[in-house]
């Protein structure tokens, strides 16, 4: 509905690279580049110079890039308002999340619209939240479930419309004879002291478990590595310490292992929030 070489411009000032915004498009660098200099000439305007091996996108640009974000949520609100007029809700509608939600609430939600609406193609991508926000930019997701982190855009992003959910509580995981287990209140505090299994540095899961300690006043000693939820169940098992899991995520009920609700302040849980591109939230 508006110039495509105005995304391909978005795209380039979102990820700092032709190659990069080249890849999200599905684009090789050489066409990217071609539909820049298409719209420069267009504007009558320069949008990039050369910055060392890279490029800079320039103050005309800036300018460009204000204009083009009100253009596109423009776009969405008219696909939204043309999508409400017809009697059939058609066509492809991709919904993307992080793990647990792609496990437990982007499936149903999927059969709900399936069903709903038979005219409608139904896509489900797992995707981390970052990366999220990437599919919804491109066009190549329309509603992403996901948990804000140090990467993701800030709620005041104006490309992107995003909302609470609703709020996942976080468990503690605890072997089955542990002094802990037969507590009648725990909080995060309580387990100050003992070995911690987290996700890998720069995970979702390892920023999530670091903030919510040194928030009880802690700051948790690492013993071991697990990305899946699987993986750190079975080390708490074998005594290897303790783990956080969310409240949405399922364990092996065969595992030797207490889910723990915890008490107290802070209650640590993951914020699960939708996202959507600017101007597409009314679209049916």
Known sequence: MIDPKLRVLQLVDHYGTVTAAAQALHYTPSAVSHQLRQLAAELGV?????SGR?????????????????????????????????????????????????TH??????????DRYPQLSVRVIEAEPAR??????????DLALLIATADTPPASDT??????????????VVPSGHPL??????????A??????LGRPGSTYHHLVRTACMAAGFTPRIAHYADEWDTGTA????????????RLARLPESSPVVRIPLHGEPAPARRILTATRLGSRDHP
């Open 46 to 50: 320069e949008l990039v110079t050369q």
């Open 235 to 246: 080390l708490v098992a074998r005594s290897f310490g303790i783990i956080l899991v969310p």
């Open 181 to 190: 287990a037969g507590r009648r209140k725990v909080t995060l505090a309580d």
């Open 159 to 172: 490309r992107f419309d995003q909302h609470p959910l609703l709020d996942d509580p976080l468990d503690l």
């Open 105 to 114: 609430l982007l499936p149903p939600a999927a059969a709900a619209l399936r």
């Open 192 to 197: 100050a002291d003992e070995p911690w299994i």
């Open 54 to 102: 890279g490029i800079r996108l320039t103050a005309a640009a800036a300018i460009v890039l204000r204009h083009a974000e009100a253009l596109s949520a423009q776009a969405e609100r008219a696909r939204a308002e043309l999508a409400a007029s017809v009697e059939e809700t058609g066509g492809l509608f991709t919904l993307c999340g992080f793990s647990t939600a792609a």
């Open 132 to 141: 999220c926000f990437d599919l919804l930019l491109a066009g190549d997701a």
